[in-house]
């Protein structure tokens, strides 16, 4: 855990704070696709690189980088007594896979025009359930694995699917066979139980709070339904094998806002790898 206290001259006339008045603890990796949760007094005005970050009435807050986040971020708080604070932040860049990916469908890799009301619609509603924002505070219930079994696919790789390059995959692969039981790796409740995207096939998408949120991609069955509450090691669905795969496994994504998250930057390391 990083840990920073910081004594600050007032910006305008008044006496100087005690550590107590302006402390702030920051826990998570310094990397692309990392994850960082602040604490900080509660009332504080806190902003990432221009864009307010939500701030829970006891202090808590997220961070998010994506995978190509800037090696340098700037990071604002303004605390209830009239002190401000600007920090730089820098960011690790970090060293992507290339995963080469043959034997799909051609359908699934170059669609035809008459998926794209299909695509456009599946995109649309995984944007709506990912747009949820309240204060919940669910991703502080910690993280688990939802699945456990050999990684077949890791955060940030450059796709090559059939021989064409595509976008990067954004989430960790887990291979495990057709009705592995899928465990809530958090608290959260339940923005999305899609039975057959194009690409995705089932999915689920469970937002943790702050607009933090899970996405379990290429079920076999759902059995939990949007609006429901779920808390860390729930069983929430069965592993499959629908949309754009060569075989069973789960892919389990994270956003923050618009920010892809690595979610295996947030789990201890997967029993019998390495990080």
């Given at each position: 855990?990083?840990?920073l206290?910081?004594?600050?001259?007032?910006l305008i006339?008044?006496c100087?704070?005690t550590a107590?008045e302006?402390?702030l603890h920051?826990?998570?990796q310094?990397?692309?696709g990392?994850l960082i949760l602040?604490?900080?007094?509660?009332?504080?005005?806190?902003?990432l690189d221009?864009?307010p970050v939500?701030?829970?009435?006891?202090?808590?807050?997220?961070?998010?980088f994506?995978?190509d986040?800037p090696?340098?971020s700037?990071?604002?708080?303004s605390y209830?007594?009239g002190i401000?604070?600007l920090?730089?932040?820098?960011i690790?860049k970090?060293?992507?896979?290339i995963q080469r990916i043959d034997?799909?469908?051609?359908r699934k890799?170059?669609p035809e025009?008459?998926?794209?009301?299909?695509?456009?619609?599946?995109?649309?509603?995984a944007?709506?359930?990912?747009?949820r924002?309240?204060?919940?505070t669910?991703?502080?219930?910690g993280?688990m694995?939802?699945?456990k079994g050999?990684?077949s696919g890791?955060?940030?790789?450059?796709?090559v699917?059939?021989g064409?390059?595509?976008?990067?995959h954004y989430g960790?692969d887990?291979?495990?066979?057709?009705?592995?039981?899928v465990?809530a790796?958090?608290?959260?409740i339940?923005?999305?139980a899609?039975?057959?995207?194009?690409?995705?096939?089932?999915?689920l998408?469970?937002d943790h709070?702050h607009?933090l949120s899970?996405?379990?991609?290429?079920?076999d069955?759902i059995?939990?339904?949007?609006?429901d509450?779920?808390r860390?090691g729930?069983?929430?669905?069965?592993?499959?094998?629908?949309g754009r795969?060569t075989?069973?496994h789960?892919?389990w994504r994270m956003?923050?806002?618009?920010a892809?998250?690595d979610p295996?930057?947030?789990v201890e390391p997967?029993?019998?790898?390495?990080?």
């Amino acid at each position: 855990m990083l840990k920073l206290r910081w004594l600050l001259l007032p910006l305008i006339f008044g006496c100087l704070p005690t550590a107590a008045e302006v402390e702030l603890h920051l826990t998570g990796q310094w990397v692309q696709g990392g994850l960082i949760l602040g604490k900080t007094l509660p009332g504080t005005r806190v902003v990432l690189d221009g864009t307010p970050v939500r701030v829970s009435d006891q202090g808590d807050f997220l961070l998010g980088f994506g995978r190509d986040h800037p090696q340098k971020s700037q990071l604002e708080l303004s605390y209830q007594n009239g002190i401000k604070e600007l920090r730089q932040l820098e960011i690790k860049k970090r060293e992507y896979q290339i995963q080469r990916i043959d034997g799909l469908p051609k359908r699934k890799v170059a669609p035809e025009p008459i998926d794209y009301d299909r695509i456009r619609r599946d995109s649309a509603a995984a944007r709506q359930a990912r747009s949820r924002d309240d204060p919940r505070t669910d991703f502080i219930s910690g993280w688990m694995w939802p699945v456990k079994g050999p990684i077949s696919g890791v955060y940030g790789s450059q796709r090559v699917l059939n021989g064409e390059p595509r976008r990067p995959h954004y989430g960790v692969d887990i291979a495990v066979p057709v009705g592995t039981p899928v465990k809530a790796p958090a608290d959260g409740i339940v923005t999305l139980a899609h039975p057959d995207m194009f690409f995705s096939g089932a999915t689920l998408i469970i937002d943790h709070g702050h607009r933090l949120s899970s996405s379990f991609l290429h079920l076999d069955k759902i059995l939990v339904k949007s609006g429901d509450r779920v808390r860390k090691g729930d069983i929430i669905a069965e592993v499959g094998k629908s949309g754009r795969v060569t075989g069973a496994h789960l892919d389990w994504r994270m956003n923050l806002a618009n920010a892809r998250i690595d979610p295996q930057l947030l789990v201890e390391p997967m029993p019998g790898m390495s990080k």
